[in-house]
């Protein structure tokens, strides 16, 4: 799966991608949390992980549809990776969960 990096102005510096999705349709995605596994025992422990939610759900706050990749950057190339291992996806979800926890907490 390949992305767009677009940054807009509008956005207060959020970083907005564009996807394809299987049937060639592209819509953009806000990214809201990228992270790293900095646990070397870790099978993951190098890989790169993005939560975005779409643009597209518009004023809906009660929308909940964050979806994770795995990617990787070579220079302005971006690509993404559907995370399908069932062990990788309870990592990313219980990570994602601690940092928004912690996040939270500070406000």
């Known amino acids: 799966m390949v992305a767009n990096h677009d940054n ?3 956005h207060d510096e959020a970083e907005i991608i564009s996807i394809m ?4 349709e592209e819509a953009e995605f806000e990214v809201v949390m990228k992270f790293e596994v900095d646990d070397d025992d870790s099978p993951y422990a190098s890989n790169k992980y993005m939560m975005v939610v779409p643009l597209d759900a518009g004023e809906d706050e009660d929308s909940d549809e964050v ?3 795995r990617y990787e950057e070579n220079g302005d190339d971006l690509t993404l990776h559907t995370i399908e291992d069932e062990e990788e996806w309870d990592m990313v979800e219980e990570t994602f969960n601690t940092l928004v926890a912690e996040f939270e907490d500070e406000d």
């Open 67 to 69: 979806y994770a990749f």
């Open 8 to 10: 807009h102005e509008h």
């Open 21 to 24: 999705d299987d049937d060639g």
